[in-house]
């Protein structure tokens, strides 16, 4: 099955220590990105990758990194979490940029 | 929001009926998207309208794309309980080096 996978589902840690939230994706895209959803504010680009070791900034990519060695997956590493960081995170894909994502089921994060 | 904003923001109606939703951007664009998002889930794309098409269809969904007005409308037709659901509307600029989503249109389809 055509999907995104991320882990984990739910995760509460503390403020400081450092967390990789996983995606990959089994359909050979390309353009992979990560999103934050907050209330009132929508989705938000954190971070998004062409391709193998292309990635550049969304628009609130502080405090966030990722990288894209292989072609299937695209972590996001929180090195020194805060709380305001709190957010539902969610990975999608796409065969390549402007075409329709497939989303990840999202990563609810609390830090506490 | 730099982009898509969607209107209404909450919408309730009775199975059956129609459920339209808009959403008004500010930039050109390259294509607008539509997707529904059930409470706390993963996005799900539902269809895509390029600049240089004014409707398209899929199944219940119509979309229509007014580029002058810079808005996009999302009809659902015989809406059913299981329609009930977030719907966003995303957007791809011109040379794809953004792309927005809106604030969602959250609708509540009564049984």
């Known amino acids: 099955e055509a999907q995104v996978t991320q882990n984990p589902r739910y995760l509460i840690t503390v403020t400081g220590k450092k967390l990789t939230v996983t995606c990959s994706q089994n359909m050979n895209h390309e353009y992979m990105s990560w999103y934050r959803q907050d209330p009132g504010l929508g989705l938000r680009q954190i971070y998004y990758s062409m391709n193998v070791e292309v990635t550049d900034k969304g628009d609130v990519p502080e405090g966030y990194k990722v990288s894209r060695k292989e072609k299937r997956n695209f972590p996001l590493i929180l090195e020194s979490p805060s709380p305001n960081q709190t957010s539902l995170y969610f990975c999608?894909?796409?065969?390549?940029?402007?075409?329709?994502?497939?989303f990840g089921s999202g990563t609810r994060l609390t830090v506490v | 929001s730099q982009q898509g904003e969607e209107d209404p923001q909450a919408l309730s109606i009775q199975e059956g009926e129609n459920a339209t939703m808009n959403c008004s951007y500010k930039t050109s664009i390259n294509n607008l998207q539509w997707y529904r998002q059930n409470s706390g889930r993963g996005l799900v794309h539902l269809i895509l309208?390029?600049?240089?098409?004014r409707e398209k269809h899929s199944g219940r969904l119509r979309v229509t794309l007014d580029t002058s007005k810079k808005s996009s409308s999302l009809l659902i037709t015989a809406s059913r309980a299981a329609d009930t659901a977030s719907y966003f509307c995303?957007?791809?600029?011109?040379?794809?080096?953004?792309?927005?989503f809106g604030s969602g249109t959250k609708l509540n389809v009564k049984p």
């Open positions: 999608a894909s796409s065969l390549v940029r402007g075409n329709g994502y497939t």
């Open positions: 995303a957007t791809a600029l011109i040379d794809f080096n953004k792309f927005y």
């Open positions: 309208i390029r600049s240089n098409e």
